[in-house]
């Protein structure tokens, strides 16, 4: 069995947990290593149980409470080198053994197997996640300026997949943002839209994924409801309804959403 939950999600910062019996990963920990702790209790699991810590690039909603909690329930931590690079200061001191270097595309952490590919991000070396676990395919793929053939070939055919929708274009247009920082957004290194995310969302149900969660929204240039109605609207075009087809919502900022188990 499978339990897939997103802990936090959003500009303020993020964790995902997926699990099975005996494995247990967090994909991210960009909040505090007590919040990551209490919200792992409030789905009934325990944060001493975490077998491995995934990190996808060291912006800090990323990588914020990950040495404390790494130091705390002794878990090793997996990043790319270039990450751990960008993003060992931010850690803090740890032990050589809980310090992992990816350096494949694929491996495995107890009975989960992860792939990892690169992802148009403004990090170092950013990636993307997707999970091979009891004849399912999970994949969560956030922080992303734009849709890649690499990203695409990957979250395709996921049982579950976690997207960022991360801002409505007009809300940012119009915002108080400077522009730079709107430009950084929009770039192809940036975020994706609830539009993009849309298009994306129903490309993959279209290939039969049943369960998405729209994540990483934009505190200031965003509202559930506008990702949520963005990706109705697209998914509604294609004939499919988001109360019978496919099960969609909106990965929470402030607390775990909903547990899927497969
Ligand atoms: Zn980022
Ligand atoms: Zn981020």
């Known amino acids: 069995m499978i339990k897939f939950c997103s802990l936090y999600s959003g500009s303020s910062g993020n964790s995902i947990y997926l699990g099975t019996e005996n494995t247990h990963i967090l994909v991210d920990a960009g909040v505090s290593g007590v919040r990551i702790a209490n919200a792992l209790r409030e789905i009934n ?5 975490v077998s ?5 690039h060291e912006h800090s909603d990323h990588v914020k409470g ?43 952490i107890g009975d989960i197997e992860v ?17 091979y676990v009891c004849n399912k395919k999970i994949s969560i793929a956030t922080d992303i300026g734009c849709l890649t053939e690499d990203i695409y070939k990957n979250v395709i055919g996921s049982d579950i997949a976690l997207i960022e929708s991360n801002h409505d274009l007009d809300m940012l ?21 609830n ?38 609207c697209a998914l509604a075009e294609c004939g499919f309804d988001i109360k ?6 909106v990965a929470s900022r402030e607390h775990y959403s909903e547990v899927i188990q497969l």
């Open 244 to 249: 019978k087809d496919v099960h969609v919502c």
């Open 66 to 108: 990950a040495g404390i909690f790494s130091r705390k329930y002794n878990v090793p931590i997996y990043a790319r080198e270039k990450t751990w690079n960008a993003m060992r200061r931010e850690l803090g001191k740890l032990p050589d053994y809980n310090i992992r270097i990816i350096e494949k595309d694929y491996f495995t």
């Open 52 to 56: 491995a810590l995934l990190v996808t």
């Open 195 to 232: 539009v993009n995310a849309a298009a994306f969302v129903t490309e993959l149900v279209r290939n039969g994924t049943s369960n998405i969660y729209l994540g990483h929204l934009s505190q200031e240039n965003n509202y559930p409801e506008l990702a949520l109605e963005a990706t109705r």
């Open 173 to 193: 247009k119009n915002g108080r943002y400077p522009l730079p920082l709107k430009q950084r957004i929009l770039g192809n290194n940036g975020h994706l839209s």
């Open 45 to 49: 699991e325990n944060p001493e149980d």
């Open 115 to 131: 792939c990892n590919y690169s992802i148009p991000h403004d990090a170092a070396d950013p990636v993307a996640y997707t999970f």
